[in-house]
């Protein structure tokens, strides 16, 4: 084993494999972490979820509950699958509990794919949501869509996801995250999972220039403040 | 004691002609942009009726306000833990449906129109869309009672109202209404600020005034449904909810606000109140019909030396404190108690407070006719048989106790009977002074009534205190730099982001 990939080596990966998982990832965190500083520190009056619900009420509820709930959910598992790989595959070692975790992230990405054809009908037919529909939430709307099947494409297509994320993803992610990239493990996915990966990317590099900003200020804090805020001008905000 | 000024306000309904030029004088300030176009700082509402948005004083459906929970108080609406919840959507937001579509004319119609026989119209299209659209209802559209069988028939204040009353009420020769003007009330409870899962809403220390921070607002919407008044409105446009801010630029430059400035009946006072901070939690959880008396406790007398030395040492300005010894607002609220505030049960603790309409309930007497009355009693005897029903206004001002809405008209009365006494003479002065006895008054407190009620002039109505902003910023930098550093403040355009 370990001499097959010895003689792999010098052959070496595609220089378009280097590019889209060395080069992009680079480019997109770059993108993704100086224009959403520069946003926030320039552009702060634009940092808003920007909701329609006062303009639409009832479609609302059925897209934007099950896309929220639905896409924290595999945020969250791809996020658990980056930060514990091995934890993950010590959950995956016992097959009732890998079919509970699978089913699970099946269930939550049909849930959000519900959510987001929803809210992307509803922006689509209410006169009101379209007159406040921007060019880049068009892009964003279609890029999620494009995600979300893919994502869906492939736990359907390649199974297990949770642990081959843990076994082959995550080492990949981390590679980069300490700047000793090697992609030379994704050369060898296949391309579902390949666009899947560009795709993130793809939604990292827009980011910072559409409303999906708004994750970034969501009120953690409303739960352990005060409820009622004073401001004083000379005191400095002593009293409460 | 923790003593705080807050700027506070008094409408005097019997006064109000409901000619809205308070509210168009709002708008063309503050709300005449793209996303605001249906927002009212400032409403005069006709009551009865069900006001604006629609039922907004139906809390089963917008759950606005607080409720007591066990020994604490809640949000009615969102709070910790429900918040997460009603994130992705809010089950008690209104609609824009529950105020109005926003709408312009086509008037280009009217130049492009081939030649013919009729002349052109111009169709109404909405300023949301751009469509065209069928107006269905707008700001004032049960203004003076208009489709009073659908509107004012719905008035959520007529529940405590006997069904009997209610049909009198539909009578057309007893029909009744009055005015019902309504800006912010800037409580000191404020439900709008403690639902901010941001923390975008505040409350200024040193005046009190409710504010909104357009950078941190993030469109959550709680602001919107927690407010039982809703006196927050969602800019649809910018994503930024908005709300009356007692135009506060003008208030720093020793100015009424625009709404105080322009009203013709001359019915509003501002002036400031003293109160105990450390008290307001207490006094919100109170029981319904301890809460008007409990908010009047809660107000301080500015004239009592420890309220100022208390004052003092929490840092007030010796100006303000005298500000303060001036106001309007407390001889109306604390030393005449003739001001109520409204809807006290949503435990806001509101600080804009009403003199109830007294004129519906004297136009009706037993014999058709005005009867001044004999003795004292039969002067405060049509207070029963008014036309607009007692639990109606106690419905609205002080959490269904007629006694109190009683107490305030009958010291009305009394310094109506006592003028005419004095000045026309048609009543004995013995009943005049019996009268005053009666309504808890005296001649002294009944001069002082009428004086700010009838001749008041423009600085005795808005005594406005000086807010100290340079001082403000001479705590911390020379203001000459502090200028030219930030220039005018907000300078990105408040447009919608990406």
């Given at each position: 084993?370990?001499?097959?990939?010895?003689?792999?080596?010098?052959?070496?990966?595609?220089?378009?494999?280097?590019?889209?998982?060395?080069?992009?990832?680079?480019?997109?965190?770059?993108?993704?972490?100086?224009?959403?500083?520069?946003?926030?520190?320039?552009?702060?009056?634009?940092?808003?979820?920007?909701?329609?619900?006062?303009?639409?009420?009832?479609?609302?509820?059925?897209?934007?509950v099950?896309?929220?709930?639905?896409?924290?959910?595999?945020?969250?598992?791809?996020?658990?699958?980056?930060?514990?790989?091995?934890?993950?595959?010590?959950?995956?070692?016992?097959?009732?509990?890998?079919?509970?975790?699978?089913?699970?992230?099946?269930?939550?990405?049909?849930?959000?794919?519900?959510?987001?054809?929803?809210?992307?009908?509803?922006?689509?037919?209410?006169?009101?949501?379209?007159?406040?529909t921007?060019?880049?939430?068009?892009?964003?709307?279609?890029?999620?869509?494009?995600?979300?099947i893919?994502?869906?494409?492939?736990?359907?297509?390649?199974?297990?996801?949770?642990?081959?994320?843990?076994?082959?993803?995550?080492?990949?992610?981390?590679s980069?995250?300490?700047?000793?990239?090697d992609?030379?493990?994704?050369?060898?996915l296949?391309?579902s999972?390949?666009?899947?990966?560009?795709?993130?990317?793809?939604?990292?590099?827009?980011?910072?220039?559409?409303?999906?900003?708004?994750?970034?200020?969501?009120?953690?804090?409303?739960?352990?403040?005060?409820?009622?805020?004073?401001?004083?001008?000379?005191?400095?905000?002593?009293?409460? | 004691?923790?003593?705080?000024?807050?700027?506070?306000?008094?409408?005097?309904?019997d006064?109000?002609?409901?000619c809205?030029?308070?509210?168009?004088?709002?708008?063309?300030?503050?709300?005449?942009?793209?996303?605001?176009?249906?927002?009212?700082?400032?409403?005069?509402?006709?009551?009865?009726?069900?006001?604006?948005?629609?039922?907004?004083?139906?809390?089963?459906?917008?759950?606005?306000?607080?409720?007591?929970?066990?020994?604490?108080?809640?949000?009615?609406?969102?709070?910790?833990?429900?918040?997460?919840?009603?994130?992705?959507?809010?089950?008690?937001?209104?609609?824009?449906?529950?105020?109005?579509?926003?709408?312009?004319?086509?008037?280009?119609?009217?130049?492009?129109?081939?030649?013919?026989?009729?002349?052109?119209?111009?169709?109404?299209?909405?300023?949301?869309?751009?469509?065209?659209?069928?107006?269905?209802?707008?700001?004032?559209?049960d203004?003076?009672?208009?489709?009073?069988?659908?509107?004012?028939?719905?008035?959520p204040?007529?529940?405590?109202?006997?069904?009997?009353?209610?049909?009198?009420?539909?009578?057309?020769?007893?029909?009744?209404?009055?005015?019902?003007?309504r800006?912010?009330?800037?409580?000191?409870?404020?439900?709008?600020?403690?639902?901010?899962?941001?923390?975008a809403?505040?409350?200024?220390?040193?005046?009190?005034?409710?504010?909104?921070?357009?950078?941190?607002?993030?469109?959550?919407?709680?602001?919107?449904?927690?407010?039982?008044?809703k006196?927050?409105?969602?800019?649809?446009?910018?994503?930024?909810?908005?709300?009356?801010?007692?135009?506060?630029?003008?208030?720093?430059?020793?100015?009424?606000?625009?709404?105080?400035?322009?009203?013709?009946?001359?019915?509003?006072?501002?002036?400031?109140?003293?109160?105990?901070?450390?008290?307001?939690?207490?006094?919100?959880?109170?029981?319904?019909?301890?809460?008007?008396?409990?908010?009047?406790?809660?107000?301080?007398?500015?004239?009592?030396?420890?309220?100022?030395?208390?004052a003092?040492?929490?840092?007030?300005?010796?100006?303000?404190?005298?500000f303060?010894?001036?106001?309007?607002?407390?001889?109306?609220?604390?030393?005449?108690?003739?001001?109520?505030?409204?809807?006290?049960?949503?435990?806001?603790?509101?600080?804009?407070?009403?003199?109830?309409?007294?004129?519906?309930?004297?136009?009706?007497?037993?014999?058709?006719?005005?009867?001044?009355?004999?003795?004292?009693?039969?002067?405060?005897?049509?207070?029963?048989?008014?036309?607009?029903?007692?639990?109606?206004?106690?419905?609205?001002?002080?959490?269904?106790?007629?006694?109190?809405?009683?107490?305030?008209?009958?010291?009305?009365?009394?310094?109506?009977?006592?003028?005419?006494?004095?000045?026309?003479?048609?009543?004995?002065?013995?009943?005049?002074?019996?009268?005053?006895?009666?309504?808890?008054?005296?001649?002294?407190?009944?001069?002082?009534?009428?004086?700010m009620?009838?001749?008041?002039?423009?600085?005795?109505?808005?005594?406005?205190?000086?807010?100290?902003?340079?001082?403000?910023i001479?705590?911390?930098?020379?203001?000459?730099?502090?200028?030219?550093?930030?220039?005018?403040?907000?300078?990105?355009?408040p447009?919608?982001?990406?």
């Amino acid at each position: 084993m370990y001499s097959l990939l010895q003689t792999a080596a010098p052959a070496g990966p595609l220089p378009i494999n280097d590019l889209l998982f060395v080069v992009v990832p680079y480019v997109v965190l770059a993108v993704f972490f100086s224009m959403t500083i520069w946003r926030y520190v320039k552009e702060k009056f634009s940092y808003s979820s920007y909701s329609s619900q006062f303009l639409e009420n009832q479609h609302q509820f059925w897209g934007s509950v099950p896309w929220h709930y639905g896409i924290l959910a595999l945020v969250a598992g791809h996020l658990i699958g980056f930060l514990v790989p091995r934890g993950v595959l010590w959950w995956n070692s016992v097959p009732a509990r890998l079919y509970i975790i699978e089913g699970a992230a099946l269930i939550f990405g049909i849930i959000t794919l519900i959510g987001l054809i929803n809210l992307i009908v509803r922006r689509a037919t209410n006169p009101r949501v379209r007159a406040v529909t921007s060019k880049m939430d068009v892009v964003v709307l279609v890029l999620l869509l494009l995600q979300v099947i893919g994502g869906l494409w492939v736990a359907l297509t390649a199974r297990w996801g949770s642990s081959w994320f843990a076994a082959v993803l995550a080492p990949y992610l981390w590679s980069l995250f300490t700047f000793q990239p090697d992609a030379s493990a994704v050369a060898q996915l296949p391309w579902s999972i390949k666009l899947h990966i560009l795709g993130a990317y793809a939604i990292f590099a827009l980011f910072p220039f559409t409303r999906l900003v708004h994750v970034l200020v969501v009120p953690n804090h409303y739960l352990w403040r005060r409820f009622q805020v004073v401001m004083w001008n000379k005191r400095a905000s002593k009293a409460e | 004691m923790n003593v705080r000024a807050q700027v506070s306000m008094v409408f005097h309904l019997d006064k109000c002609i409901g000619c809205h030029t308070c509210s168009i004088a709002c708008k063309n300030i503050w709300t005449d942009r793209k996303g605001t176009e249906y927002m009212w700082f400032n409403n005069v509402e006709t009551k009865p009726g069900t006001g604006y948005p629609t039922q907004w004083e139906d809390q089963s459906k917008y759950r606005g306000g607080w409720e007591v929970k066990g020994d604490r108080l809640r949000l009615k609406s969102t709070g910790k833990g429900r918040i997460i919840t009603n994130i992705f959507h809010n089950p008690h937001l209104p609609t824009m449906d529950d105020y109005y579509e926003p709408w312009t004319y086509k008037y280009e119609d009217l130049f492009n129109a081939p030649a013919g026989t009729d002349q052109p119209t111009a169709l109404p299209i909405s300023k949301v869309t751009g469509e065209y659209i069928d107006i269905e209802s707008g700001p004032n559209w049960d203004d003076d009672l208009g489709g009073s069988n659908i509107y004012a028939a719905n008035d959520p204040n007529l529940k405590d109202v006997s069904e009997e009353q209610r049909q009198q009420l539909q009578a057309v020769e007893r029909l009744v209404f009055f005015y019902f003007p309504r800006i912010c009330n800037h409580c000191l409870n404020p439900a709008c600020v403690a639902s901010c899962p941001s923390g975008a809403l505040y409350k200024r220390g040193e005046d009190g005034i409710v504010l909104i921070n357009q950078k941190r607002c993030r469109a959550w919407r709680s602001c919107v449904a927690a407010c039982p008044y809703k006196k927050t409105y969602y800019n649809w446009s910018t994503g930024k909810s908005e709300k009356c801010l007692l135009c506060y630029p003008r208030l720093e430059t020793g100015q009424a606000p625009a709404c105080f400035h322009s009203c013709v009946g001359r019915i509003r006072y501002l002036g400031l109140l003293l109160y105990d901070a450390d008290r307001i939690d207490e006094i919100a959880k109170l029981p319904p019909e301890k809460l008007v008396e409990g908010q009047r406790d809660l107000i301080l007398d500015p004239n009592d030396p420890n309220v100022i030395a208390a004052a003092r040492k929490a840092g007030m300005p010796e100006q303000v404190i005298e500000f303060a010894q001036r106001s309007p607002v407390y001889q109306f609220v604390k030393v005449w108690k003739i001001a109520l505030p409204p809807h006290i049960e949503y435990r806001t603790l509101p600080m804009l407070y009403y003199v109830p309409p007294l004129l519906p309930v004297l136009g009706s007497t037993a014999n058709q006719v005005y009867e001044n009355g004999v003795d004292a009693k039969a002067i405060f005897h049509a207070f029963d048989q008014q036309r607009v029903p007692m639990g109606y206004l106690a419905s609205l001002f002080s959490v269904g106790d007629e006694a109190k809405i009683r107490y305030v008209l009958r010291k009305l009365v009394a310094v109506r009977t006592f003028k005419r006494a004095e000045t026309v003479g048609d009543i004995p002065m013995a009943v005049a002074l019996e009268a005053l006895k009666l309504a808890d008054t005296t001649e002294a407190e009944v001069e002082d009534i009428y004086r700010m009620t009838s001749l008041p002039t423009f600085a005795q109505r808005f005594v406005i205190p000086p807010m100290h902003r340079e001082e403000a910023i001479e705590a911390f930098k020379d203001p000459q730099d502090h200028k030219r550093e930030v220039g005018f403040g907000f300078t990105a355009s408040p447009k919608r982001g990406l």
